[in-house]
T-cell receptor, first 111, second 113 residues
Framework: EDKVVQSPLSLVVHEGDTVTLNCSYE??????LLWYKQEKKAPTFLFMLTSSGIEKKSGRLSSILDKKELFSILNITATQTGDSAVYLC???????????WGAGTKLIIKP | SQTIHQWPATLVQPVGSPLSLECTVEGTSNPNLYWYRQAAGRGLQLLFY??????ISSEVPQNLSASRPQDRQFILSSKKLLLSDSGFYLC????????????FGPGTRLTVT
């Protein structure tokens, strides 16, 4: 059965800390992995990682994909209170247009 | 650039009343369209998706239905709401053939009382 598992489910750190969020997956015919950030509204797209692009970086956020071990990590350096959100990971199913979503990691940054 | 609209932003409805949520996309043609529900503190649950006008796939049995009367319009409906229908409803779109990232509308918070 295709699945996406995120860990930890929640994380509390202090401003300035570096955090690492994990996403492991099992899916037939892997094509890509997506990261989203969700504050108290709709999810916003962060990164897409594919077989041909195993690392992405945008400012303080970066993500890598390990296709051999079937996981991805999202790193946030020098965290700020505005980074507080739920971070979601998703992988497309092989047979159709659906995404398999992880349960998310709730990140709280304390000032 | 592409834009996705959803309305209303919030809605309070009594049990047994009908529901109609609308989603429209601008700036793209032939998008895949999706309806999700997110219960408080929970993950995203796919309700319906559509790859074209009049083509609707349902992922979970429920008292909700969806329709796509136009290429960039997606409607979520119910004839009689249940308390369990409360949640955050999100519409999303993706490119028909291509990368899989989905882009979400602002969402509708529905409270059934």
């Amino acid at each position: 059965e295709d699945k996406v598992v995120q860990s930890p489910l929640s994380l509390v750190v202090h401003e300035g800390d570096t955090v690492t969020l994990n996403c492991s997956y099992e899916v037939t015919n892997f094509r890509s992995l997506l990261w989203y950030k969700q504050e108290k509204k709709a999810p916003t797209f962060l990164f897409m990682l594919t077989s041909s692009g195993i690392e992405k970086k945008s400012g303080r956020l970066s993500s890598i994909l390990d296709k051999k071990e079937l996981f991805s990590i999202l790193n946030i350096t020098a965290t700020q209170t505005g980074d507080s959100a739920v971070y979601l990971c998703a992988v497309p199913m092989d047979s159709n247009y659906q995404l398999i979503w992880g349960a998310g990691t709730k990140l709280i940054i304390k000032p | 650039s592409q834009t996705i609209h959803q309305w209303p932003a919030t809605l309070v409805q009594p049990v047994g009343s009908p529901l109609s949520l609308e989603c429209t996309v601008e700036g793209t043609s032939n998008p895949n369209l999706y309806w999700y529900r997110q219960a408080a503190g929970r993950g995203l649950q796919l309700l319906f998706y559509s790859v074209g006008i009049g083509q609707i796939s349902s992922e979970v049995p429920q008292n909700l239905s969806a329709s796509r009367p136009q290429d960039r319009q997606f409607i979520l409906s119910s004839k009689k709401l249940l308390l369990s229908d409360s949640g955050f409803y999100l519409c999303a779109w993706s490119v028909l053939w291509g990368p899989h990232e989905q882009y979400f509308g602002p969402g509708t918070r529905l409270t059934v009382t």
